[in-house]
């Protein structure tokens, strides 16, 4: 179930094989040494452009080209509204690995309150998921999900980097409906920025995977990317 549902979150849960990698998607890619070309191109050469990995990696049914860049080249490519190539009508986009030695769990959220669906509330839902799950490690990327017409549909995830002090086994403690905490709006106020001072109690349906530091690698294939970057079917 978390798999399926990950499937449509364009956050990536990737470890990277370099170090400082960053990730670009390329599963719209016809013509990979194009890619490789305009790539190259808009990094001038490998004053920007370090390294490629000769792997294609993988993550639910999206492929990624890893590449090492240089920190103002990772700063542009890395940008939420993504980056456009030439000859490329598209914009790509570009995500962060994680460390190799990374233990990630990857939650899925269910009947979160709406309030996180208005303009703003990821901020709020940040701070909530702080709160309520910060004892099972760091947040590292969450979001509320929307449905087709792009409604928050009161479900969202979460990923975190599990802290080294917790043991695996601690995990099983986390209950599949968690007591969650939350401000709510306050309807008479001037804004709808405005929360009340207490906090509601609600029960939140989670259901999660656990990346351990032996997996989260997402090998697809191992052909020489320079002349042969094809990816199956």
Known sequence: M?????????????KRTLDNSVLIDIL???DQNSFLDALDDSCS????LWSVSNVIRGDTSRYFAEVCVSPYMRTLLTQPQGFKLNSFENSFFAYDSF????EILKIFLSKLPPLYGRK????????????TLSCYGKNIACSIITNSRNVFSSQGYVGLERDTAVRSND???????????????????????????GFLHVSVHASWAFINRYTGYGYLQCRPIGSEL???G
């Open 120 to 131: 703003g509330g990821e901020a709020q839902l940040t701070v909530d998921i702080h709160s």
């Open 2 to 14: 978390v798999r399926g549902i990950f499937a449509f979150v364009q956050r990536l849960f990737l």
């Open 230 to 232: 094809i990816m199956a």
């Open 99 to 102: 460390s190799r030695s990374a």
């Open 28 to 30: 719209n890619v016809k």
């Open 171 to 197: 995990l099983l403690l986390m209950a599949h409906v968690i007591d969650w905490a939350y401000k709510p709006i306050d309807y008479f106020a001037a804004n709808d920025c405005t929360l009340l001072p």
């Open 45 to 48: 050469g490998n004053e920007h």
